[in-house]
Each structure stands twice: as structure tokens, then as C-alpha cells.
């Protein structure tokens, strides 16, 4: 399980501390601040499966975004 987030500073210093259990539940954060990019880019995905070694035939997204559905959809992750 990991987590790929829009954020910038702001909320890199509030919700860690306000959530631990994002955290605690994620394998890995991967935050667009850091990134240098952000979703729906394509490459934010992209760079996520390259990392985590999955196909995007094996990973699947969820998204409060209609946006950010469509753009993992267009490298092929459900």
C-alpha cells in the first residue's frame, strides 16, 4: 500500500502529525511536493509503479478526483 499525495508544506507539516495512521498504514508516502511533480500528470504515476516495481495492469487508485482517476487511467491503472 502507498500513498501518492498532492501536497506542499503546508500540509506536510500539519497531517503527519494529525493522521499517524496514514502512515502507519502506508509502505510508502510518495508526496508531489517531493516529487516535483503533481496528479494527473502522467509521469507522477509513472514514476510511482517504476519505484514500487508494479505494473500499472497491477495496481489499482483511488482518488477523491475525477481528474486525478482519469490520469491514472490514461497509463493504464484501474
Do not use: C
Not at 51 to 60: I, K, L, P, Q, Y
Amino acid at each position: 500500500v502507498v500513498v501518492l499525495s498532492n501536497t506542499n508544506r503546508l500540509h506536510t507539516t500539519f497531517w503527519p502529525e494529525q493522521y499517524p495512521e496514514i502512515r502507519a498504514a502506508a509502505d510508502h508516502i510518495y508526496l508531489s511536493q517531493e516529487m516535483g511533480m503533481r496528479k494527473p500528470e502522467s509521469r507522477i504515476y509513472q514514476q510511482v509503479l517504476a519505484e514500487e516495481g508494479f505494473s500499472a495492469d497491477d495496481t489499482v487508485f483511488f482518488d477523491d478526483n475525477a481528474e486525478n482517476i482519469a490520469g491514472a487511467e490514461r497509463v493504464g491503472i484501474t
